[in-house]
Nanobody, 119 residues
Framework: QVQLEESGGGSVQSGGSLRLSCTASGFKWRAHCMGWFRQASGKERELVGIVDGIGRSVYADSVKNRFFLSYKNANTKYLEMNSLRPEDTAMYFC??????????????WGPGTQVTVSS
């Protein structure tokens, strides 16, 4: 059974940076689709970035060139977040699919970690 858990969230000032981590149990990171999503209060969940099993990645326009997925580490996956803005405030989730191909919504999800960006 796959279990994911995020860490590294917190409160930062606008313009600051955070690195989120995603660890897995019952699962070994290989050529799997994995990604990061976020959900702000009262909003729908949205894609942050996702990468398939052969390294092709897609980022939301709102985070492109600011956020970066690090996925090659065998044990931990990371989301580097830079130049944070108040509108980045949300619960952030990591997700993984049991395969190389990314579906619209991956099968496995972590419980989330909160990121709050102040002005």
């Amino acid at each position: 059974q796959v279990q994911l858990e995020e860490s590294g969230g917190g409160s930062v000032q606008s313009g600051g940076s955070l690195r989120l981590s995603c660890t897995a149990s019952g699962f070994k990171w290989r050529a799997h689709c994995m990604g990061w999503f976020r959900q702000a209060s009262g909003k729908e969940r949205e894609l942050v970035g996702i990468v398939d099993g052969i390294g092709r990645s897609v980022y939301a326009d709102s985070v492109k060139n600011r956020f970066f997925l690090s996925y090659k580490n065998a044990n931990t996956k990371y989301l580097e977040m830079n130049s944070l803005r108040p509108e980045d405030t949300a619960m952030y989730f990591c997700a993984a699919e049991d395969g190389a191909v990314c579906p619209d919504s991956p099968t496995n999800w972590g419980p989330g970690t909160q990121v709050t960006v102040s002005s």
